[in-house]
């Protein structure tokens, strides 16, 4: 049964039943999130998010669930929608629901429920947007912008939706200041390398039962996500290859030891195909063409535009197939068929859980602190892209090394002086 949302009924989840397993589930990723744990017994003393109305556009999971009990515990009148529409896990919807946390999200829900479910969302009228991917930025400055005075500011997840929000305020148009949580330190450095490798690898051995040893692997940019792919297919056996565009980029890919070359020489050496670059049609019509029968097509950036799926639909005509969950078969010719993972989104989140809660529990302390730092701090901010505080970032490193036992050094007073003073030499 779907919950059609009413003037009475504040969310619109799969199954309010579910919210027993939800919330076992939601207990056992806490196990794994010490930092955000802190955080929020801080934020039930100091209520630094007290009245304060928060959409968060996100993936519906068990660490976003930590999140939002996070921003409750601060005061937070949060309201959550979905940033993908296949990466909702139905049970934690339902507990957050049972926990008086209005969720608009349904795994599995089409494009036109999937934008319904964000403009609920914006009815909120917030005043602080925690985004993932810019849909909810994009759409109330779009479709709402009697909502964008009340709007303090924003912070963002992705590196597509840091892309989407400059390209926002390059055009004038960026109405409040926005937080990009996606190039903090304990943000990228940790859940897009490890975080993306490890959970990306998973969605496709769960799709697919696949053995990585000894398959060539292709991976499409070498940002911190495809780092952390092309390191963990490597682990496994894999061969990897490496396209890229930037030359910085390739060339430390070729100093890692992966062998670099373009999509166009690729695409006939691959096995297994993983894009994660943030654009558009990076494997392409003319890539299908060259593949070997039975080629594997991932994706793991954030939206479905990597591959250009229309074209492998208007190529494959009626000759298409699910084989299992999650993996459909396109027959392109009589001894050539390419497989789809996923509908070409998320991989890690369409066909498994997405990032382990230890990295997320970075991820998510960061988009909680600079929520309250733009509640503090916003109104002194002009409209434009922020970094998250260095002292945030920090913090979030020392929390979280203090949760792993882990001591580090400190600086003498001479070595303080030191490093502050010009006049020292050989």
Known sequence: MVNTPTRERSFDIKDPSLAADGRRRIEWAAREMPVLARIREQFERERPLDGIRVVACGHITTETANLARTLKAGGANAVLC???????????????????????????????????????AIDHAPQIIIDDGADVVSLIHQERPELLPGVIGATEETTTGVVRHRALHNDGLLRFPVIAVNDADTKHFFDNRYGTGQSTIDGILRATNILLAGKTVVVA????????????????????????????RALEAAMDGFQVTTMDRAAALGDLFITATGNINVVDRNHFDQMKDGAILANSGHFNSEVNIGALEEMSG???????????EFVLGPDQRVILLGEGRLINLAAAEGHPASVMDMSFANQALAAAYLVREGKHLEPGIYRVPEEIDHEIARMKLEAMEIEIDVLTPEQERYLTSWEGGT
């Open 221 to 248: 940019g070498y940002g911190w996500c495809g780092k952390g792919i092309a390191m963990r297919a490597r682990g496994m056996g894999a061969r990897v290859i490496v396209t890229e565009i930037d030359p910085v």
């Open 318 to 328: 009626e000759g298409r197939r699910t084989l299992r969950p999650f993996v459909e």
């Open 82 to 120: 979905a940033s993908n529409p296949l990466s909702t896990q139905d049970d934690v919807a339902a507990a957050l629901v049972e926990e008086g946390i209005a969720v608009f999200a349904i795994k599995g829900e089409d494009n036109e429920t999937y934008y319904r479910h964000i403009r609920a």
